[in-house]
């Protein structure tokens, strides 16, 4: 059974930083996939950040723009995103996902099947 635990949410101010974990129980953080999602009041989930296994190869969406760092600790289990420069429309609920295998066509990000989602943490910028 695996399990996805987020921590590290809370209130900034336009500006800040914040730096997300997401404990993972039941599965190798040294498999294929994992990523980091978000999701506002009244929007779409959308993606933030990606990393495969090898731990260099990373995606992160056009609005990151160079602000957030998504990494892997092996030995903790833990996958982090670092953000900085946090905005207001940076708002939402963060979760984080694993898959455990590829699918479909394209590059490595976009065949990442992400079937393992965490519960959440609330991530909430002030200007």
């Known amino acids: 059974q695996v399990q996805l635990v987020e921590s590290g949410g809370g209130s900034v101010q336009a500006g800040g930083s914040l730096r997300l974990s997401c404990a993972a129980s039941g599965y190798s953080t040294s498999s294929l996939c994992m990523g980091w999602f978000r999701q506002a009041p009244g929007k779409e989930r959308e993606g933030v950040a990606r990393?495969?296994?090898?731990?260099?190869?990373?995606y992160y969406a056009d609005f990151v723009n160079g602000r957030f760092t998504i990494s892997l600790d092996n030995g903790k289990n833990t996958l982090y995103l670092q953000m900085n420069s946090l905005e207001p429309e940076d708002t939402a609920m963060y979760y984080c996902?694993?898959?455990?295998?590829?699918?479909?066509?394209?590059?490595?990000?976009?065949?990442?099947?992400?079937?393992?989602w965490g519960q959440g943490t609330q991530v909430t910028v002030s200007s």
């Open positions: 996902a694993a898959a455990s295998r590829l699918q479909g066509l394209g590059t490595w990000y976009q065949r990442c099947d992400f079937n393992e």
């Open positions: 990393i495969f296994a090898d731990h260099f190869s990373k």
